[in-house]
């Protein structure tokens, strides 16, 4: 099957940049967050609709980014 | 892709998509998360995961030879056959297989430029079969650990002032204020960075869609930090998958010679006793 719908867009979670990209397989909606900056994943979930997905990644965005401490420098 | 030091290095979107069945070519997976392989790959792809088949399970090291073997002859991989590796992240993890894949003597492994992300934003095909491979027998050499800094390589180029450091992290953890990237644990003790490193993380080496720069653009970025391929490089980030993204641009895309990756990176000397940190943000080299 192809990709389709692809979409990338950059939001703010826990004030750390978060890009979600999300795009449609068949009837699943896929999304993944990341943080901007390194890159790294953050969540990678599916839904029936772009907006589930996406609501789910960034609950767990929300979870992670929220545990990241900054520290004095 | 003509301009960089060694394109053969690099195969475009649409050439795996061309050639991805040929019989002498393996195409491989590899990302930082490693679910996305069985959420759809490139037809014809088999996936590695980095944290179990790209490491030694025991103890903090890269893959073993033997298991470097296995490996390559359980995935099909005869020593010949031209390997094209990609992934997530703009390929952070398949850089890090391909630097093993050198270390131990891969004559022809290429990265798909722009890794998954370009794949997926090009809206094509995908797979969620795993493909059926032929056994084949491998035979690596090395390690050829020319290509690696271990840390008393690293503590004895810091005293004798004889090479750059290159810290690919984001800034925020080259300063010191957070200690791994953000929603990610804390795997050191201190934050900051090694004495004299110059800042430039790994991402600016890529653009938009995931692609590398220009060699032009490449060489402008590392050359106003002071790296320019004059004096031996040494890499590194935190773990050293992000590193050996950086590793792949300076020795292939640039054609530096002497580029190491320092694959210890920050959770090791940023837990080591009595080992020098700097924090806080640096200068420019040319300011």
């Known amino acids: ?73 | 892709m003509a301009d960089y030091a060694h394109p053969e290095t690099l195969v475009s979107t649409d050439w795996v998509a061309q050639h991805a069945s040929d019989a002498n070519v393996r195409v491989v997976e590899v990302d930082v998360d490693t679910k996305a392989y069985d959420e759809g790959h490139v037809p014809g792809a088999i996936g590695w995961a980095w944290n179990s088949q790209l490491c030694d399970t025991v103890r903090r090291d890269i893959l073993p030879k033997a298991q470097c073997e296995e490996l390559m002859a359980s995935s099909g991989i005869g020593n010949n056959t031209t390997v094209v590796i990609y992934g997530d992240n703009n390929n952070w993890f398949a850089a890090w297989a391909l630097w093993q894949m050198k270390i131990y003597g891969h004559k022809d492994v290429r990265l798909m430029n722009g890794g998954r992300k370009k794949w997926l934003s090009e809206g094509r095909e995908l797979s969620t079969e795993i493909p059926k491979v032929a056994r084949t027998s491998y035979k690596a050499s090395g390690p050829d650990n020319s290509l690696r800094a271990f840390l008393p390589q690293v503590q004895a180029a810091l005293e004798a002032g004889h090479s750059s450091l290159v810290d690919v992290r984001s800034p925020q953890e080259f300063t010191g204020e957070i200690l791994a990237p953000p929603g990610l644990p804390e795997t050191c003790q201190r934050g900051g960075h090694i004495p004299t490193a110059r800042s430039i993380p790994w991402g600016k080496a890529c653009n938009e869609d995931g692609t590398f720069k220009s060699a032009d653009e490449l060489r402008a970025l590392y050359g106003n930090e002071g790296i320019d391929g004059s004096r031996q490089v040494i890499a590194y980030c935190r773990i050293g998958e992000r590193s050996s993204h950086t590793w792949f641009v300076l020795k292939y895309l640039l054609g530096f010679d002497k580029v190491v990756n320092y694959d210890g990176s920050w959770t090791e000397w940023g837990n080591l006793v009595g080992a020098p940190v700097e924090k806080g943000a640096v200068s420019s080299a040319k300011a």
């Open chain 1, 1 to 73: 099957m192809k990709v389709e719908d692809y979409l990338e867009r950059k939001v703010e979670v826990s004030g750390w940049p978060v890009n979600l990209t999300s795009y449609r397989v068949g009837d699943v909606f896929h999304c993944k967050a990341d943080n901007v900056s390194p890159g790294a994943a953050l969540a990678r979930t599916t839904g029936a609709t772009r907006e589930e997905a996406e609501k789910k990644a960034l609950e767990r965005a929300e979870q992670l980014l929220g545990r990241t401490r900054r520290h004095a420098v």
